[in-house]
């Protein structure tokens, strides 16, 4: 991480135009915009540019990330945001693999999250919970440790997914298909082409959560 390519400031913004819905985004690397030059190339601002131009309105976007952030330092760090937001969106994962976080821990903590923002301005606040992005598949390494990341992130996607089934208003985004994950790897890893799958694919999940909810946004931003 001390080594990895991350743009300066923090990965926020805005789309221009009238009732705009407000995204709070929290999470690790992946939001820090791991691997490519600016902002508006990370996962996201593709998410929130694609949720604007999806319900055609402007977007503004907030985040809390830190390379390391895991999910109990985030269950730490939410309430402490402005939590008036239409929709939090989590992209948690990588260092809770690397610590072997446990999937008992992992849904304590979305819970948690859960309830934090649900007890801002909006009870009703929509969540997306993306999955954890295949890491075992980006580099190069031994076998044992390929399955040993292959089953801590099939352990915590399943949990995020249960919750998602369980409790209204939560969206679980899967991680676009790597099929040409060999031309990934030998492209020097080509990042820009990862965050912007990964960013369609974690705003339409996104744009579907913020859609019962538009005319309440409308209102309220009016």
Not at 9 to 17: H, I, L, S, T, W
Not at 50 to 70: F, K, N
Not at 77 to 104: F, Q, R
Request: overall charge neutral.
């Amino acid at each position: 991480m001390s080594n990895a390519l991350f743009p300066a400031g923090k990965p926020e913004g805005e789309v221009v135009a009238p009732d705009p819905p407000r995204m709070l985004f929290i999470g690790d690397s992946g939001a820090s915009s791991y691997g490519v030059l600016n902002h508006g190339l990370g996962v996201v601002s593709q998410a929130a540019r694609y949720v604007a131009r999806e319900h055609s309105t402007g977007c503004s976007w907030t985040t809390i990330t830190d390379t390391e952030l895991t999910m109990a330092r985030a269950v730490q760090e939410l309430p402490s945001a402005d939590l008036d937001v239409d929709v939090l969106v989590i992209l948690l994962g990588a260092p809770d693999v690397l610590l072997g976080t446990t999937a008992k821990a992992w849904s304590s903590g979305l819970h948690e999250l859960i309830s934090t923002v649900r007890q801002g301005a909006h009870p009703d606040c929509p969540v997306v919970v993306a999955a954890i992005p295949p890491m075992y598949r980006f580099r190069a390494m031994p076998r044992f440790l390929h399955r040993l990341m292959a089953l801590q992130i099939t352990r915590l996607n399943r949990a995020s997914l249960t919750i998602a089934e369980t409790i209204p208003g939560v969206r679980y985004a899967v991680y676009p298909s790597l099929e040409d994950c060999d031309k990934f790897i030998q492209a020097n890893l080509n990042w820009k082409n990862a965050h912007s799958q990964w960013g369609k694919q974690v705003g339409a999940a996104t744009a579907l959560a913020l859609e019962p909810h538009l005319d309440r946004i409308s209102r309220t931003r009016s």
